[in-house]
């Protein structure tokens, strides 16, 4: 049986039983049903599905193997760690998320004003809030209104300049200030795609000539008590952990000396995010080589080390991971519309009285291919389509005989594969890497998996059914969108196999997991194909129940986000309906109430059954 990798990514979220993948809670139902389900009630398109349960494991497991990591050591300081807003802004995200941690006072990170007054406004004062990111007058204001408000909110500075800011509202507005967080530039830098935040060269972060600046300049100015946290960040999907271990150790020593050198409230080392996921479907080639135990315990015995050598009290360990507590949670469903080689069936072959002798062959290797021949037959029959295209250029054959061959390469191709199947013939392998079926997914790569697009990351992707039957096609997947990056190629490390399939007869989903960190916000609206519908799942002890179906932009509502006027639009097409000398004055009222139908509806392809 395919199982997709599944035992790699999944991390027992989700689990194939016989024919489905199910999630792996409660009474496990199969995403394959509840999509089923959605759609009935009138959905259409792809559709994101969020699972809170899984919001709560990824937090309860951060916490749960931070304090036995503390507890293992004897360690001193606290654990404390926020939620980085950049990661899911989103409201059926971010509320759910904030009753699962709850319990443990996790907190929010906002880099921005608008994420900033998302925090303000959603989180209780006992959670901590940190902001980073580049800050301005109104921005540092905005954050001693929050500490007036009563939240445990720390600033942190990304250069000289902030703090100067930071001292001048404070001679404005006096207390209560807000806790001050400096970040440092480290000579130690991240691994992976996003390694940029890290590093002597990272666009953050104060030099360690700059870090005794700042130390002066609080002193100075009284403010020194506030002065209660360092921050570094090594970047996104850490791959190893020797890079966070090389940062720990630089950053521990300058807690320590900072600590000496009087900043007698600094108490916390906030380690920012980076915790990775892993995404890979083949073992081969893990992403993330390491555990969140490893980690946590790693991270805890190296501080401790540092603050034993230098003889200071264990800093609180404060951590900003997003990806991890988020990626799992939300799953994208994307109907599968057509297969590209479904149209190459016999019933469309157009066979003359007398064809070229090279279409006679084919039609020959169709008839007589079988175990023995078919890796020879299907090397015969490629052979054969490229002369035969070769004879089409060059006037020899005309356009019927050239589809026949066509058909008929793909006739062969398909019944080789088949009898093939059951043989994991090298050769198979290579021609797979040639020969994929083309399918075309209801969904767009730009709209939601914008990180494939941009950054070649690849996520899990899988059928939700058929589970039980072997996979036959060498697979590229191709979105809606015109563009011809839009499509996720085959990828013999990741080679992904998927089932012959007759659209007309079922239903066909594919499953692209761990898209919810990152993936929505990014989201582009490339072709105007917007957010699709959200739905949260909630699971229960006998089913599960849909909450907050987000329905997907009708095409009124994205071309009026675009600044167009829907009611302009209207008016215009019911004028030109008036002047159209195709319809008669009884159609107009039909025809334009049609049109208005159909604005209102979202803009992916319709599949029906
Ligand atoms: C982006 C970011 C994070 C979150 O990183 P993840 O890889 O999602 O854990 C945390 N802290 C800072 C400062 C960031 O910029």
């Given at each position: 049986m395919q199982r997709y990798g599944i035992d790699i990514w999944g991390e027992d979220d989700f689990v194939i039983d016989r024919d489905k993948v199910r999630v792996n809670h409660l009474s496990s139902p199969a995403l394959y049903d509840i999509v089923e389900d959605i759609r009935a009630q009138g959905t259409k398109g792809p559709l994101l599905l969020r699972f809170p349960h899984l919001i709560q494991k990824q937090i309860d497991a951060v916490f749960h193997t931070f304090h036995d990591a503390f507890s293992e050591l004897d360690y001193k300081g606290r654990?404390?760690?926020?939620?980085?807003?950049?990661?899911?802004?989103?409201?059926?995200?971010?509320?759910?998320?904030i009753e699962a941690g709850k319990a443990y006072g996790y907190g929010l990170e906002a880099g921005s004003k608008a994420e900033l007054v998302i925090a303000m406004s959603h989180i209780s004062p006992n959670a901590p809030i940190t902001v980073n990111g580049f800050k301005d007058r109104e921005m540092i204001e905005l954050g001693f209104l929050s500490a007036k408000m009563g939240h445990d909110i720390t600033l942190t500075i990304e250069g000289i300049n902030e703090l100067e800011s930071i001292i001048e509202v404070a001679k404005e507005m006096g207390a209560p200030i807000p806790k001050i967080g400096i970040r440092i530039k480290l000579h130690s830098t991240g691994s992976g795609l996003w390694q940029k935040s890290g590093g002597i060269n990272s666009k953050f972060g104060l030099t360690s000539t700059e870090l005794l600046e700042a130390m002066e300049l609080l002193k100075a100015n009284s403010l020194l008590d506030r002065f209660t946290m360092i921050h570094f960040h090594i970047g996104s999907q850490m791959t190893q952990i020797s890079n966070l271990?090389?940062?720990?150790?630089?950053?521990?020593?300058?807690?320590?000396?900072?600590?000496?050198?009087?900043?007698?409230?600094?108490?916390?080392?906030?380690?920012?995010?980076?915790?990775?996921?892993?995404?890979?479907?083949?073992?081969?080639?893990?992403?993330?080589?390491?555990?969140?135990?490893?980690?946590?315990?790693?991270?805890?015995?190296?501080?401790?080390?540092?603050?034993?050598?230098?003889?200071?009290?264990?800093?609180?360990?404060?951590?900003?991971?997003?990806?991890?507590?988020?990626?799992s949670h939300a799953v994208l469903v994307a109907p599968v519309f057509e297969l590209f080689s479904e149209e190459y069936s016999e019933k469309a072959l157009r066979l003359k009285s007398e064809n070229p002798p090279l279409i006679e062959e084919l039609h020959e290797l169709y008839t007589y291919i079988n175990q023995d021949n078919a890796?020879?037959?299907?090397?015969?029959?490629?052979?054969?389509?490229?002369?035969?295209?070769?004879?089409?250029?060059?006037?020899?054959?005309?356009?019927?005989?050239?589809?026949?061959?066509?058909?008929?390469?793909?006739?062969?191709?398909?019944?080789?594969?088949?009898l093939l199947h059951d043989k994991p013939v090298r050769e198979l392998r290579q021609i797979q890497d040639k020969i994929q079926e083309k399918y075309l997914i209801?969904?767009?790569?730009?709209?939601?998996?914008?990180?494939?697009?941009?950054?070649?990351?690849?996520?899990?992707?899988m059928p939700?059914?058929?589970?039980?039957?072997?996979?036959?096609?060498?697979?590229?997947?191709?979105?809606?969108?015109?563009?011809?990056?839009?499509?996720?190629?085959?990828d013999s490390r990741n080679p992904l196999f998927l089932h012959s399939v007759n659209l007309d007869e079922?239903?066909?989903?594919?499953?692209?997991?761990?898209?919810?960190?990152?993936?929505?916000?990014?989201?582009?609206?490339?072709?105007?194909?917007?957010?699709?519908?959200?739905?949260?799942?909630?699971?229960?002890?006998t089913g599960y129940d849909i909450h907050e179906l987000v329905k997907s932009d009708s095409l009124m509502e994205i071309l009026e986000d675009l600044n167009y006027n829907p009611l302009k639009i209207k008016e215009k097409i019911l004028a030109n309906i008036q002047q159209s000398s195709h319809i008669s004055p009884l159609e107009r009222d039909t025809v334009y109430a049609r049109i208005a139908t159909i604005l209102e509806e979202n803009g992916y392809l319709k599949t029906f059954n």
């Open positions: 654990f404390q760690a926020v939620f980085p807003l950049k990661v899911n802004q989103f409201p059926d995200y971010l509320n759910p998320m271990k090389k940062a720990l150790r630089e950053a521990g020593n300058i807690y320590a000396d900072l600590l000496k050198m009087g900043a007698s409230s600094l108490q916390s080392i906030n380690l920012g995010g980076g915790l990775g996921i892993e995404y890979t479907q083949n073992e081969a080639y893990p992403e993330v080589t390491y555990s969140l135990k490893e980690y946590a315990s790693d991270t805890t015995f190296v501080l401790q080390g540092i603050a034993r050598a230098k003889n200071v009290k264990e800093p609180n360990i404060l951590i900003e991971s997003g990806r991890f507590i988020a990626a890796l020879e037959y299907l090397h015969d029959s490629i052979d054969h389509l490229n002369s035969l295209l070769t004879l089409f250029d060059l006037g020899y054959i005309d356009l019927i005989d050239r589809s026949n061959s066509e058909i008929l390469t793909h006739l062969i191709i398909r019944k080789a594969i088949l209801n969904f767009s790569i730009f709209q939601s998996i914008p990180d494939f697009w941009g950054l070649a990351q690849r996520f899990p992707v939700l059914a058929k589970l039980d039957t072997k996979p036959t096609r060498s697979a590229s997947l191709w979105d809606i969108t015109c563009d011809s990056d839009g499509e996720i190629d085959f079922e239903d066909y989903f594919l499953g692209f997991f761990k898209v919810g960190a990152y993936q929505e916000v990014l989201g582009m609206k490339h072709n105007l194909f917007t957010r699709p519908t959200v739905a949260t799942i909630e699971i229960t002890d």
